[in-house]
Structure formats: structure tokens, C-alpha cells
């Protein structure tokens, strides 16, 4: 399951953030690439050691946190490092996997990814991330504060940069549900049944969906 997820950041986040990156210190993207990544990645990221690293990472993760759709969808039981990456001109990342396992301190297994699109698609002209799926290629390039979650399995990459900058936030997640088949019915399950309690309220019928969600999630769900 791909799902595309708007308005994770606000307007002041998003402003905030470009303000902080606009004096930041970016180091050579390899540096958090496995080995054979390293051969198709071109851009930069925030370092760590800069001082608007931390704030933002924590900015970035309440509002993952805070997003009911990305609960929904994504069932996270941890989220990974984040990092701030910018492309310039002519930078592009070519076609990879994630890694299986992602950080040391917690490491978690890389279930899922998400870009967290930073800048509006129309100040820069290439950047699309392109994600390989059974059905073809689906090609991603959101509004400013939109996010794309998409499992980790799959092959991707980031056309390269024909004018401007795109700035985005990535980071993979761990979900309590590995399975993402089973994940996709406790989404679809939770849809239904939400959208079933906004029309009618607790009813017997919204009981057997709330009951049958939770045993799913007790029966499939890890911690």
C-alpha cells in the first residue's frame, strides 16, 4: 500500500524549517548510505551536529505522531533516524532498496519509508520520487507539507534536479503489524469504521467492526 497523506506540517512548521535550513551546514549524503546506495546518491543533508538538527528532528516527529491518517496506515511502533536531505541541480538519487534495518540506538526494521515534501513543487523542476510497483512505476512529487509512505521493500529513486532545490525529511518506521497485507485490512477495517461511526453513531453494527479490528491487531500486532 502507497498512500499520499497532505498537510502533516503547517504553514508556521514549514516556515520554521525553511528558515533553519537556510543558514544550516549539509554534508555529503553518502555518508548515511549503505554501501551500494553510495553509488547512485547525490545530494546533501542537515549534519548532525548542526545546531537546528535537533529541534527539527523533533518538529518532524510530533507531527508524524500527532497524524491520525499516518497512525492509521503506518501502525508505527517506532520511527527511525530522521534526516533533512536537499538536491540541487543536477542531483538525483538512482534506483535502491532501503536498508532492512535502519539507526543503532534504537536500530528498528525498516517496514515502511516516507518523503515529507519541505518546499512547494513549483520552485524547482525535476526531483520526482519514483517508486517501482507491480502495476509500474507511480511517480511522486507533493505539496509543501505532504508526505508519501510507501513500503521500504520497494525499488525507488529521485530524479535528478533540472533548476531549484528540493528540500524534503525521510525516515523508515517500524510498524507493529510486519505483515503489510494484514496491514492494509487493519487500514481498510479502520476506514470502514470510522466512516460507519460519523454516519450513525455507536451502533451494534460499528461494535462488531471495532471489536473485529482490535482482535485482528491483538492476533497480528508485535511489541
Known amino acids: 500500500m502507497i498512500i499520499s497523506i497532505a498537510n502533516v506540517l503547517s504553514a508556521a512548521e514549514l516556515a520554521t524549517i525553511e528558515a533553519q535550513l537556510a543558514g544550516a551546514t549539509f554534508i555529503d549524503g553518502q555518508a548515511t548510505a549503505g554501501w551500494h546506495a553510495k553509488l547512485v546518491k547525490q545530494n546533501t543533508q542537515l549534519a548532525s551536529t548542526d545546531p537546528a538538527f535537533g529541534p527539527l528532528r523533533t518538529l518532524v516527529q510530533q507531527a508524524l505522531w500527532r497524524n491520525p491518517l499516518f497512525q492509521m496506515a503506518a501502525l508505527p511502533k517506532a520511527i527511525g533516524p530522521i534526516l533533512f536531505s536537499r538536491y540541487e541541480t543536477g542531483m538525483a538519487y538512482g534506483s535502491h532498496v532501503d536498508n532492512a534495518f535502519m539507526g543503532s540506538d534504537p536500530r ?3 517496514d515502511l519509508s516516507l518523503t515529507l515534501f519541505l518546499r512547494s513543487p513549483e520552485t524547482y523542476d525535476g526531483g ?15 505539496a509543501a507539507g505532504a508526505m508519501v509512505l510507501y513500503p521500504s521493500s520497494t525499488l525507488h529513486r529521485v530524479e535528478a534536479i533540472a533548476q531549484g532545490v528540493r528540500l524534503v525529511a ?4 517500524q ?3 510486519k505483515d503489510p497485507a494484514e496491514r492494509e485490512l487493519l487500514f481498510d477495517l479502520d476506514t470502514a469504521r470510522q466512516s460507519l461511526f460519523a454516519k450513525t453513531g455507536k451502533t451494534p453494527e460499528f461494535d462488531l467492526i471495532a471489536k473485529t479490528h482490535a482482535n485482528l491487531l491483538r492476533k497480528w500486532g508485535e511489541l
Do not use: Q, Y
Request: glycine share 4%; charged share 25%.
Open 108 to 110: 528498528i526494521r525498516s
Open 128 to 142: 520526482e520520487l519514483v517508486i517501482e510497483t507491480t502495476n509500474g512505476e507511480e511517480t511522486f512529487k507533493l
Open 170 to 173: 525521510v525516515t523508515w518506521i
Open 175 to 177: 510498524s507493529l503489524v
